[in-house]
C-alpha cells in the first residue's frame, strides 16, 4: 500500500507558465504525486475535472487564468514503499534474537559442523537438516573430515543457497572447488523454522508504518548505500517581506554531506572522483562545484555523473543539498539558478532550514525598493533522515526494538502455532506480546512536529 503526504501550495496566476488572461497556461508539481484526490481552487472557487488536466505531474489549466488569480492546490505524494528484501532498520537475525527463537550449527549439543554431503566432482544440490536458515549468516567449507574443514566457499561464485527450502546449489567453479570433499556448513536459524523472507516481509511492513506514522526515515550512514529519503526538486514561494529569508524543508533534519573534489573534472567524461564518498548513498541528486550534478553510481569515492556536467576544479565544493532560485518574470516559465553554500544561503540540516543571503540577489533591485520580487521561487534538493544534533544518521537502538515488536505482532499466531507444534517448550509465548502504548510513546519521540507559532513553521501546512 502506498503511503501518501498530503501536500498544499498557495500560489498565483502568475507562477503559471504562458501569458497572463489565456487559457491552457501550466503548473507542475515536484515529487512522486498521485493521481488520487488532487483538487485546485482557484478564487475561492473549486475546479471540476472539466476544467484542468492532470499527467506527468503537469496541471493544464483549460480556462483562462490571470496574473493575479489566487490558486490553491491540494495533492498528495507518494512516499518511498519498501518492497521485501529491503529493511533496513532490523533484520530477520535481530527479529530472530527478540522472539527468543535463535539457534545455531554448530551448538553446545554438537560441536561439529553440519554434513551436508561428499561430493563426486559432479553433484551439484545439497540440502541443510534445518528450515528458517538466516541470510548472512551461513558458511560453507570443504574437506576430508570435518576438523581439517578449513577452505571455505563464495556464496554467489561457488554457490547459491534458496533460504526458503535450505537448499545449496553449487556453481561449476563449487563443484570443481569441493572435488570428492566432504561439504560441511555452520549457519543460524529459526528455532520456529519461520522462513527468512517471511520475517522479511513483516520488518518491511513495520519499517512503512514507522515511516508513516513519524514521518521520519532512519539510515544508517556507515552502510555502502544508505537509506536516505531523497526529495528532488522542492518548491517554495518566495516571501513579499525582503528580511524573511528563511524557508522550512518538508522533511528534517536534513543529512550533511560535504566534501571536495579531488582531481579536477573536464566535460565529457563519465566519473569524478571525491576526496570522500562515504555517507553519499549509491545515487543522488548534489552540488559540485557551482553545479547541481545527479549521478547515477558509486564505487569507492568515484561518482558516476552524467558527460554533459561541466568542467569542475580540483578541490571544488560538494554538498549533499542543492538550492536554486528562480527569479523570472511573472507569466514565464521558471529558469533556476544554483547558489553557492555559505555565500549565497546558510543551512540549519538539524531544522532543515536554509537561509538566503543577500549575495543571491544582487542585482534584483527593484523600483519600489524592495530587495527583489515576491514571486521568486526556490528549488531544493536534499536527502533526509534522523540523527542527533552534530552527529552523523543512525538507527536508534529503540526503533529497532520498535520494528521488531511490530514484526513480532504480526508474526505473533504464526509463531506460537509454530512452536507448539514443534513441542518447543522452552519457548514462552509472552515474548511476542508487546506494548502497543510504549510503541506509541517511543514513535511519539520521533515524529516531527508541524506546529507552532513561528513565520518559520513548515510552511506546507501552515
Known amino acids: 500500500m502506498a503511503v501518501l503526504r498530503p501536500t498544499t501550495l498557495n ?73 521485501s528484501g529491503q529493511a533496513t532498520y532490523s533484520s530477520p537475525f535481530s527479529l530472530t534474537r527478540y522472539l527468543g ?62 533460504y526458503d527450502t535450505s537448499r545449496v546449489t ?11 570433499d566432504n561439504l560441511y556448513a555452520d549457519y543460524k536459524y529459526n528455532t520456529a523454522e519461520i522462513l527468512n523472507s517471511e520475517m522479511d516481509e ?16 532512519f539510515a544508517d550512514s556507515t552502510a555502502s548505500d544508505p537509506a536516505y529519503r531523497k526529495l528532488v526538486d522542492e518548491k517554495k514561494k518566495g516571501h513579499f517581506n525582503p528580511y524573511e529569508k528563511v524557508f522550512d524543508h518538508s522533511y528534517a533534519p536534513l543529512v550533511k554531506l560535504q566534501t571536495t573534489v579531488n582531481g ?32 547515477t553510481g558509486k564505487s569507492s569515492n568515484v561518482l558516476t555523473i552524467p558527460s554533459s556536467t561541466p568542467s569542475i576544479d580540483d578541490a571544488a565544493a560538494v554538498r549533499g543539498e542543492v538550492i536554486e532560485v528562480s527569479f523570472e518574470p511573472e507569466g514565464t516559465t521558471p529558469s533556476y539558478t544554483v547558489l553557492d553554500p555559505d555565500t549565497e544561503y546558510e543551512i540549519d ?71 507448539t507444534m514443534l513441542g518447543l517448550n522452552e519457548f514462552n509465548p509472552s515474548l511476542v506480546e508487546v506494548n502497543k502504548e510504549e510503541i506509541r510513546e517511543i514513535l511519539e519521540e520521533y515524529s516531527q512536529l508541524n506546529v507552532s507559532s513561528s513565520m518559520y513553521n513548515k510552511q506546507y501546512l501552515s
Open 264 to 295: 579536477a573534472y573536464t566535460t565529457g567524461g563519465s566519473s569524478i572522483t571525491l576526496t570522500s564518498a562515504s555517507g553519499f548513498p549509491n545515487t543522488g541528486t548534489i552540488y559540485i562545484g557551482g553545479n547541481k550534478v545527479a549521478y
Open 11 to 83: 500560489i498565483r496566476g502568475s507562477d503559471l507558465s504562458g501569458s497572463d488572461a489565456t487559457a491552457n497556461r501550466t503548473y507542475t508539481l515536484s515529487g512522486n504525486v498521485s493521481s488520487d484526490g488532487l483538487t485546485i481552487i482557484t478564487n475561492g472557487t473549486a475546479l471540476h475535472s472539466a476544467d484542468f488536466t492532470f499527467s506527468s505531474n503537469v496541471i493544464t489549466f483549460l480556462n483562462i487564468v490571470d496574473n493575479t488569480d489566487y490558486i490553491r492546490i491540494t495533492y498528495f505524494v507518494e512516499l518511498s514503499v519498501l518492497t
Open 170 to 180: 553449487l556453481t561449476a567453479s563449487g563443484i570443481t572447488a569441493l572435488s570428492t
Open 349 to 419: 540540516y538539524e531544522n532543515g532550514r536554509i537561509k538566503l543571503l543577500a549575495n543571491a540577489y544582487h542585482g534584483e533591485v527593484q523600483a519600489d525598493q524592495r530587495i527583489y520580487p515576491s514571486n521568486y521561487l526556490i528549488r531544493t534538493s536534499y536527502m533526509h533522515a534522523w540523527h542527533e544534533i552534530g552527529e552523523d544518521p543512525e538507527i536508534p537502538d529503540e526503533i529497532e526494538y520498535v520494528t521488531n515488536a511490530m514484526a513480532a505482532r504480526k508474526l505473533a499466531g504464526r509463531v506460537v502455532n509454530q512452536a
Open 202 to 217: 513483516k520488518l518491511v511492513a513495520a519499517e512503512n508504518r514507522i515511516k508513516r506514522d513519524t514521518s521520519v526515515v
Open 101 to 162: 527463537l535463535l539457534g545455531a550449527v554448530p551448538n553446545k549439543d554438537s560441536t561439529s559442523k553440519e554434513l551436508l554431503g561428499t561430493g563426486d566432482a559432479s553433484a551439484s544440490v545439497y540440502w541443510m537438516s534445518k528450515c528458517g536458515i538466516l541470510d548472512g549468516y551461513l558458511t560453507l567449507y570443504y574437506g576430508a573430515t570435518e576438523p581439517t574443514a578449513t577452505s571455505t566457499l563464495t556464496e554467489d561464485t561457488d554457490y547459491t543457497v534458496d
